[in-house]
């Protein structure tokens, strides 16, 4: 599938996070090792807030590992809040336009899993998007189209509840095909001032997910560590798999969890899908 990262914190310069960790974005898109499988080789994404209101973003089909241009970009940009994705197909093209993360306005969404069958449930699922946004979905992937059904939902105003009624549509329409599992999912989204993250699959099985501990607690176990010596107190990082090996540095996020990070604190809510009737599934 995927493995992704989202930081949120003091400003780092983007090779901090892409590339130094010893078991960084880069390295897992050759080698995962917590992925369902060991090459990411699909193309990449990286999103983040600059100086003006909504991210920058640069996606490409090449393997993460194999592109000069984004080694060039991540040791120049620096940011507080950053998105990162490294993409294993689960079917759809390798295009750009199917490259994570995805973008609308200020938002920033990204998804490591699947939508079951999503050739089977496409059309339904598509029907439910908004008129007004359907038209902005530019790829083939159910990644993007969960992104807009999102939005749909009420993602710019309430994203825990429009996630869930989203995930209960998905679920709603799945199972009227059939589909006995119809979603597996990791998902992270941020507007750039608050991220929000979610670990659900329909098997109660999710793909893992990981934030980082207390900054302050481990620069005292740990006061020669030159990585903790740059960032602040409040810095958070979400991630599939760990980023390195600090013993005490990740914590997992449990199953079927929202999590909210803002200002350097972490909220955890019960993730559970919700009923979305009054989006039909058009079959």
Request: include cysteine; hydrophobic fraction near 40%.
């Amino acid at each position: 599938m995927c493995r992704w990262l989202a930081y949120s914190g003091s400003p780092v310069r983007l090779d901090e996070l892409l590339f130094k960790p010893a078991n960084s974005l880069v390295m897992q898109s050759k080698h995962s090792r917590l992925g369902a499988e060991t090459t990411n080789g699909d193309g990449f994404g990286v999103g983040w807030y600059g100086t003006l209101p909504t991210p920058g973003i640069f996606r490409s089909t090449e393997p993460a590992w194999n592109d000069s241009n984004l080694r060039e970009l991540s040791s120049q940009a620096s940011a507080g809040r950053v998105f990162a994705h490294i993409r294993a197909s689960t079917g759809s093209a390798v295009q750009q336009t199917n490259c994570h993360p995805f973008r609308h306005g200020q938002w920033l969404w990204m998804h490591n899993g699947v939508i079951t069958d999503f050739p089977k449930v496409r059309r339904d699922l598509a029907l439910a998007v908004d008129p007004d946004l359907f038209p902005l979905i530019e790829g083939s992937t159910d990644s993007e189209v969960f992104f807009m059904l999102a939005l749909t939902l009420g993602l710019e105003e309430d994203p825990h509840a429009a996630v869930a009624a989203a995930v209960g549509l998905i679920e709603r329409v799945g199972r009227s095909h059939g589909i006995e599992y119809p979603l597996q999912m990791t998902v992270a989204t941020t507007n750039g001032d608050t991220t929000w993250a979610f670990r659900y699959s329909s098997e109660g099985r999710s793909r893992t997910l990981f934030h980082s501990t207390d900054v302050a607690t481990l620069r005292a176990h740990y006061p020669d560590n030159v990585m903790l010596e740059k960032i602040t107190d409040d810095t958070v990082v979400v991630v599939s798999e760990p980023l390195g090996d600090l013993r005490g540095a990740w914590q997992e996020v449990p199953e079927s969890t929202g999590i909210a990070v803002h200002d350097g604190g972490i909220d955890f809510h019960p993730f559970i899908p919700s009923d979305s009737a009054d989006a039909p599934p058009g079959r």
